[in-house]
Structures are given as structure tokens and as C-alpha cells.
């Protein structure tokens, strides 16, 4: 079965043309090298994680130096895996996180793939049963509908297929035989996870406006926050006219009338793609009711993005911004400030947090306690909507300034924190971890037993046949 499963992996990748079916072959590429000063992958786990010491416990100017490197660090991983590639489909040049593999790539039959078909992204599970909420991701106000997928690097994509990770047989296996996780991925193994909205014609003032909800900052008392919520937004002129600059519109009609050229972008400001009849199709069968068309554009609102250079991976997460420069927080001008200069175009239009800690000052990973301010680090398309009833295991503490905090909003979250409890759990123990705002996580903690970890990455146990 694991030669059977990494021969189609293989395939996947490289699949000649004289075999491949009528689909485009789509050939999975590595990080490229951008010669991006003071930015290498992977990095050392000793050099990273010398700055996350110094940067959470070092002395002022020598936090400062630290915080600046792992800033430049995760601006690298952005502008490497969104760099343009050669490779077309449907004449469209696909960008090199566009390249990686889906889960479905990996335990599919068929070799040949197209561009991935988009999803409805599940977040949450309750403790009792391992239940599907995508109505926390989808629903049913077109400003909400995010669609999306995990996608794994080629160094990712060999060891999930070499191990069988997505086989339940295999983890079933590990389980059973005693396995306290998943065999850990190699250090320049990358995950990411990018969210769309699908245009519609439908959606469309003017046959060319689209009102895009954007960002505001976290409120002043923490809350469900989702894009719903949001008071404004920036209009998308498909047709490429606009000009904004960081101007929104803080009335949104409905039927165009508060839009301004000062809050109209031009789509060239967005990651995006046109979608091709195979696309409107899996989007239809996958959010009914979207009515999506050959044609229509698919826009990148966030990304996750997580890579396996330390043991407790480092999380880095973008939202597209119209003030880039000057983004709300979780990000910051100071992060902003360290954009390297190879970063261009519409992936520079994205705001970024980064989780390289769970609190500060930083805890080992065992025997750590939940003391020290959180770090929070969110998605605001992702978390931002959750309410404490989905972050059921958080643990009250203090905010990053040191006030007490509950943390137990998804806009008290941290990426670390949530992901570092990712267990298989085929038992549905009451007792296993489950998703939580910002805290410390022990590795060895007690909730883990009689669980599978599967190395910080849901997508694993999630998508597993």
C-alpha cells in the first residue's frame, strides 16, 4: 500500500504529458531561493530558535533585532511561495503554493491534476463527536463565503505519502501499536492553507463593482468578530479601473451608490484567478446556492501558512489589506516595515501575524506553565468569528499588555496554541484536547493520551480515508 500510495504521489507530480488525461499536469515546485537578504529555508532550528529566546527574553534592543529577523522570516516564506512559476492553466500562470498538493491530490486514483477544486474549509470539531460546523466559515451572506485547501509542499507531500498519513488503517496502526504521534515531518516540510470568495456575475455592481469586506482591527471588548461584522469595505473593479489607496467605504450601499474611485481597487490588487467550467462546477457542488459561472473570479482574502523549521513549527498567517503599510492589528506597521523588497504586485497587499510563541516570555515545550502575556496571532476570515463555546479549552491569563484576559475569542487566539493540541482521536475521547484561544500547550500533557499527535496539522487526522 505505501509504494501504491507514493507511486501516485510521484505521478502527481511529474506526470508526462503523453499519459496525462485531458487535465493540465500540474508539476509541484520547491520554495524557490529569491536571494532575499537575511531570509534562508529552512533556517536552523538553533538560529530560530535563538531568536525566538532573545526576541521574548533577551534585553530591549536585542528583543528588537530578534523580533525584526522573525518578521523578515515569515515575509520570506510569503514572497517565495507566492512568487509567479512558468506554468499555465486555462493560460492563467499559477503561483508556487498553487503548484502544491491537496490532500485529495495524494489519495486520488487519478495522476493528472488541474487547479485545486475549492472547499468548504471546517475549523471546528466539538469534544464529544467530531462534528462539521462549516457555517463558521460559510455562510450564507456572500461577504462570508470563504471556500478553500490545505495544500502540502513537495517535501510535505513526500513524507505524508511515504508514512500513509492519510490513511486511517496506517494511523489506526501507529495508534494501536503504542505511537505517541505521527512520524514528524522534515524541517523544510511546508503547509498552507489559502481562503477564496467567489465573484459572481450575480454579486457584481455595474456589471464590474465588487464589495469586498475588509478588516477593522479587533473591537474594543473582545467578541465574535466576523466578516459580517465588519462595518466597511473597498469596491474591486474587475475591469481594473480605481484608485485607491487605502481609502473604504464606510456606508457599503448596496447598489453602488456610496462607492467613490478613492475606494475602488483594481482586481490587479488581489491574488485571483478565473475560474474554468470544471471550477464553477466543484464550487457549486460545494457551496449551493454560489451559482458560479465559467468566468467568474475566484479572490484570495487569507492564507495560513505554517513550516516544520522547529519542532513546534513557526505560523505565520496573511489577510489582504488596502492599507498594507499600515494594517490593523494582529499585524503591525513594524511587521509591515520588514516586507523585503522581492516582494511585488498583489501579494504585497496582504497583512501579516506571526505565532512563533504561545506566550511571552516563551515556555518550554514541557513542563511549561500558562504564565506570561499571550501572543495573540489570528486570521481575521478564520478565527475572528469564534465565541468561546468554539474554543473550549482555552485557559484565562493575561493579553499581550499584561491585563487579565479570558482568552477565549477567537480574536485571543493564537495559531501555536490550537494547533499544537492537533490530535487524531478515532475513540472520540471526552478527554482529548480540543481547539482553545491562546495558552500554553505541554507536548506531553496529559489530554494527549490515548490520542495519535499528528504534528501540529489537523489536515492530517481531518482528511485521512
Known amino acids: 500500500m505505501a509504494f501504491a500510495v507514493f507511486r501516485s504521489f510521484l505521478c502527481a507530480i511529474a506526470l508526462p504529458a503523453a499519459f496525462a488525461s485531458n487535465a493540465t499536469p500540474i508539476v509541484a515546485e520547491p520554495l524557490p531561493d529569491l536571494r532575499i537578504s537575511g531570509f534562508h529555508f529552512p533556517e536552523s532550528e538553533a538560529t530560530l530558535t ?46 508556487v503554493f498553487e503548484t502544491w498538493l491537496t490532500p485529495d491530490d495524494l489519495t486520488s486514483a487519478s495522476p493528472a491534476r488541474e487547479r485545486a477544486a475549492l472547499r468548504q474549509v471546517v475549523q471546528l470539531r466539538t469534544r464529544a463527536e467530531e462534528i462539521e460546523r462549516p457555517e463558521l466559515l460559510a455562510d450564507d451572506q456572500p461577504s462570508a463565503r470563504v471556500l478553500g485547501f490545505t495544500k502540502f509542499d513537495p517535501t510535505a507531500a513526500g513524507h505524508v505519502a511515504s508514512q500513509e498519513l492519510l490513511n ?94 478613492d475606494t475602488t481597487y483594481p482586481l490587479a490588487d488581489i491574488i485571483h484567478y478565473r475560474l474554468s467550467a470544471a471550477d464553477a462546477i466543484a464550487v457549486n457542488a460545494e457551496k449551493p446556492g454560489t451559482n458560479a459561472a465559467a468566468g467568474d473570479t475566484a479572490i484570495m482574502v487569507a492564507m495560513h501558512v505554517s513550516s516544520r523549521e522547529t519542532a513546534r513549527w513557526t505560523w505565520q498567517t496573511f489577510w489582504w489589506s488596502p492599507t498594507p503599510e499600515d494594517p490593523h492589528a494582529p499585524s503591525s506597521p513594524a511587521i509591515a516595515a520588514q516586507r523585503p523588497a522581492q516582494l511585488r504586485g498583489a501579494a504585497r497587499n496582504y497583512a501579516m501575524a506571526l505565532a512563533y510563541t504561545m506566550l511571552a516570555p516563551d515556555q518550554p515545550y514541557v513542563g511549561g506553565e500558562n504564565s506570561g502575556a499571550a501572543v495573540y496571532a489570528y486570521n481575521p476570515w478564520i478565527e475572528a468569528r469564534f465565541t468561546p463555546a468554539d474554543l473550549p479549552d482555552s485557559l484565562s491569563g493575561a493579553a499581550p499588555d499584561g491585563r487579565p484576559a479570558a482568552n477565549n475569542y477567537g480574536v485571543q487566539s493564537n495559531c501555536m496554541s490550537c494547533h499544537a493540541r492537533a490530535t487524531y482521536n478515532p475513540q472520540k475521547l471526552t478527554t482529548a484536547p480540543r481547539f482553545s484561544g491562546a495558552r500554553y500547550v505541554d507536548l506531553i500533557d496529559p489530554q494527549f493520551v490515548g490520542t495519535l499527535q499528528v504534528d501540529f496539522l489537523w489536515s492530517v487526522a481531518r482528511h485521512a480515508k
Not at 528588537?64 to 499555465?88: P, S, V, Y
Not at 467567489?198 to 464589495?211: N, P, Q
Open 50 to 95: 535563538s531568536w525566538i529566546s532573545t526576541m521574548s527574553r533577551g534585553p530591549v534592543a536585542d528583543a528588537a533585532a530578534a523580533t525584526e529577523k522573525i518578521q523578515l522570516h515569515g515575509w520570506g516564506l510569503w514572497t517565495a511561495l507566492t512568487a509567479e512559476t512558468n506554468q499555465l492553466v486555462g493560460g492563467q500562470r499559477l503561483r
Open 168 to 261: 486511517l488503517t496506517s494511523l489506526n496502526t501507529l495508534l494501536q501499536g503504542g505511537a505517541q504521534g505521527i512520524p514528524p515531518f522534515p524541517a523544510a516540510s511546508l503547509a498552507v492553507k489559502p481562503l477564496f470568495q467567489v465573484i459572481t456575475a450575480a454579486s457584481l455592481v455595474e456589471g464590474r463593482y465588487y464589495a469586498l469586506k475588509v478588516w477593522p482591527g479587533p473591537p474594543d471588548t473582545p467578541r465574535a468578530w466576523g466578516p459580517t461584522q465588519w462595518p466597511g469595505c473597498v469596491w474591486l473593479d474587475l475591469l481594473g479601473g480605481g484608485n485607491g489607496r487605502g481609502a473604504m467605504d464606510e456606508a457599503t450601499a448596496t447598489d453602488g451608490s456610496t462607492r467613490t474611485d
